[in-house]
């Protein structure tokens, strides 16, 4: 729960190079109230994590697409329906395929109301959308 005199700010990139940039200036000139009032998240469309050490060909994938459908998290009945659906997944090739809106990567951000006008510049400087 946010403090009397607390702005929470919801910013969505479009790649994580400019988000962990903006991080960077926003940390840089002191606007985070502490260490834990900011982050980056991957956003996607689907109800999935994909576990980078546990999911991966080598780890004996009967398919190149099996760590996606089959990932770690997928639901108790089986693989999941809304990655297999997907067409990045039937390999029609969509440049936005698994991005949300094409801004998967949000930035939240926990500052002091005196200081919103300037996150949100810094924020806008590196391509984000508030």
Do not use: C, H
Request: charged share 20%; glycine share 10%; hydrophobic share 35%.
């Amino acid at each position: 729960m946010l403090e009397k005199g607390e702005r929470s700010i919801l910013a969505y990139f479009p790649s994580s190079i400019n988000a962990d940039k903006a991080l960077q200036e926003l940390q840089s000139a002191g606007i985070p109230i502490d260490e834990g009032s900011i982050a980056i998240d991957r956003i996607s469309r689907y109800d999935t994590r994909i576990d980078n050490e546990l999911s991966q060909p080598i780890n004996n994938a009967l398919t190149l697409s099996g760590p996606v459908l089959y990932s770690i998290s997928s639901p108790d009945e089986g693989p999941n329906p809304w990655l297999a659906a997907s067409d990045s997944a039937s390999g029609l090739g969509n440049p936005d395929a698994g991005a949300s809106g094409g801004t998967a990567f949000l930035l939240t951000l926990v500052t002091k109301e005196e200081r919103v006008q300037e996150a949100v510049k810094i924020i806008k400087e590196n391509g984000g959308r508030v």
